[in-house]
């Protein structure tokens, strides 16, 4: 039972152009949303985190939506740029002291 | 070192054989985690430890699976009688305290790539 669901396999932007990742979930309890990127032969980095009283977070060109009654977040990155080409999971947690559950990722590829 | 550090970064070895593979966290890092990604697939959750003491092995797939903390830093992942299926890239990652913490941010490192033939 898949609790965290990334339904794009990838993803492909031009550069400068906006690049929008979106992520479902199932569980009603998840109470805070990260996004994390991952290069090839690399660990996941944190990239931005959105807490469930919150609809909207911000940092810098990423900006996380959380839609709490669709159980759905998106993260905008804009403008996109080619150093932004890498897989993006979307993961969610019960609370601050739970344990994260990952989706399937999504591969963004931004092209010049 | 600065970063989590896993070793050995790639392991190759034989159906049935017994393996180890060793995470290093942050320094004063009071929290880890193992995590196991398959091919296509997000990472999986395995166990998180806080100090010496596993606070959640929930995620460990059967009883081949075995980790360890003895002195609340380094932390070892044994499998044992592997099968094929384990193959994947196995995630360690550490925070300053439990859970997510005030930004989410686990540290990861850059894994280890089990690979039994």
């Known amino acids: 039972d898949q609790q965290v669901k990334q339904n794009s396999p990838s993803l492909s932007v031009q550069e400068g152009r906006i690049s929008i990742l979106n992520c479902d979930y199932t569980?009603?309890?998840?109470?805070?949303f990260l996004w994390y990127k991952k290069y090839p032969a690399e660990g996941p980095t944190f990239l931005i985190s959105i807490s469930s009283i919150k609809d909207k977070n911000e940092d810098g060109r990423f900006t996380v939506f959380l839609n709490k009654s669709a159980k759905h977040l998106s993260l905008h990155i804009v403008p996109s740029q080619p150093g932004d080409s890498a897989v993006y999971f979307c993961?969610?947690?019960?609370?601050?002291?739970?344990?994260?559950?990952f989706g399937t990722g999504t591969r963004l590829q931004v092209f010049p | 070192g600065a970063g989590v550090s896993q070793t050995p970064s790639n392991k190759v070895t034989e159906k049935g054989k017994y393996v180890e593979l060793r995470c290093d966290p942050i320094s004063g890092h009071t929290a880890l985690y193992w995590y196991r990604q398959s091919l296509g697939q997000g990472p999986e959750f395995l166990i998180y430890f806080q100090g010496t003491g596993a606070a959640d092995d929930s995620g460990l797939p059967n009883d081949r699976f075995f980790a360890v903390r003895p002195e609340g830093s380094v932390s070892t992942l044994k499998i044992q009688r592997t099968e094929r299926g384990d193959s994947a890239v196995y995630l360690c990652?550490?925070?300053?305290?439990?859970?997510?913490?005030?930004?989410?941010?686990?540290?990861f490192g850059e894994g280890s790539r089990l690979t039994v033939l």
């Open positions: 993961a969610a947690s019960g609370d601050i002291t739970d344990k994260l559950i």
């Open positions: 990652a550490s925070s300053l305290t439990a859970g997510t913490g005030d930004t989410g941010e686990l540290f």
């Open positions: 569980n009603s309890m998840f109470d805070y």
